[in-house]
């Protein structure tokens, strides 16, 4: 069975690497294990003519459409949330209704890392909501992420994995990682 | 023709009514806005047991499947990406072969923002690549997001429409919005 590994991996000073060793842990558990940047078996000839960044996410969406599962690194990226990028992709397969699974190695509440992303400018309103200095309200819901996020993880047969680590193994530690990809083989096992 | 209206806007201090305006111009166009507060005409009983936020994105999901195209305000929300459930909401789309569009009201480029959000741990690497403090790298295409967003809209026959206004006005303003909606509504149109 086919997993596809989204994540801001790519952009690690390795990232070949990193898919590497993230393949190496889906092997142990019976999965193969799809990075974004693997070439395709055939590229359609109609790309040649695309821009780099067209491409590119033409063939991680064909990455997807060919996979069983997907399993996303949400650790956070740049700002509360995780990568946008990553994100994306998880709905993608969402809409294909195939399982998706999502692990992190940051803080596990997204209020939490919220909070602690706006600092000062988080209060709470007379309603009870956070908001931001912009009045926007935070979400409160207990969630690792927006609530799409957990949302399609769970109604998909999914599981999200946790393991708050701080910023010198956030981004080598795979334990995390390694327990999503065995609750997927075992997910996908049951068929 | 229904359009879902992806964005941040539910968590502005009166979502109902910035979705009644959203709507509005939508409804100006041709078209019926479709927005995630909205009810659905009919609820299935199951889910009547799951947890609120579980809830909410089950009836997006409704939302997005029973739309035509999706319109995402990919304004920048809290680093320099589109909000989280936003983009997955756009990947769903995608993924279900319907025209996508974007709109923002923040500055048009990707890297510029990353490297205002990042300050002095962005530096020019040796090999030419942006990378932030823990060696990850920028993306440098030009893009207004991450390239999944922009390649899915491109691929799809949708377009981006951006006004690089400050915070003033950025959650007020909806010429850019208005410009997408013109743009969705003559490819709808078009078939």
Redesign the interface.
């Known amino acids: 069975m086919r997993v596809y590994l989204a994540g ?1 991996d790519v ?3 390795d990232p070949l690497a990193r898919g590497a060793a993230l393949k190496a842990v889906c092997a142990r558990h019976g999965l193969t294990g799809v990075f974004p940047m693997d070439a395709l078996d055939q590229e359609p000839e109609e790309w040649a003519g695309l ?4 491409r ?3 063939r ?2 064909a990455h ?1 459409r060919g996979a069983d599962a997907l399993i996303a690194n949400l650790t956070p990226f ?8 990553t ?10 209704n195939r399982p998706v699974f999502g692990w992190s190695n940051g803080h596990p509440v997204f209020l939490a890392r ?1 909070r602690a ?2 600092g000062d400018a988080a209060s709470l309103a007379g309603d009870g909501v956070w ?2 200095g ?6 409160s ?1 207990g ?1 690792l ?8 993880v ?2 998909s047969g999914g599981v999200l994995e946790v393991a708050d680590l701080d ?1 010198a193994t ?2 080598t530690d795979l334990a995390a990682f390694e327990r999503c990809v065995a609750r997927a083989a075992a997910v996908l096992a049951a068929g």
Request: with cysteine.
């Open positions: 801001p952009f690690l000073p821009a780099e960044p067209h590119i996410a033409l991680n969406e997807i740049r700002g509360p949330s995780a990568d946008v990028g994100v994306f992709e998880l709905g993608f397969m969402r809409a294909l919220t992303f706006l908001r931001d912009e009045g926007m309200a935070l979400e819901f969630c992420d927006n609530l799409m996020i957990d949302g399609a769970a109604a910023a956030r981004w």
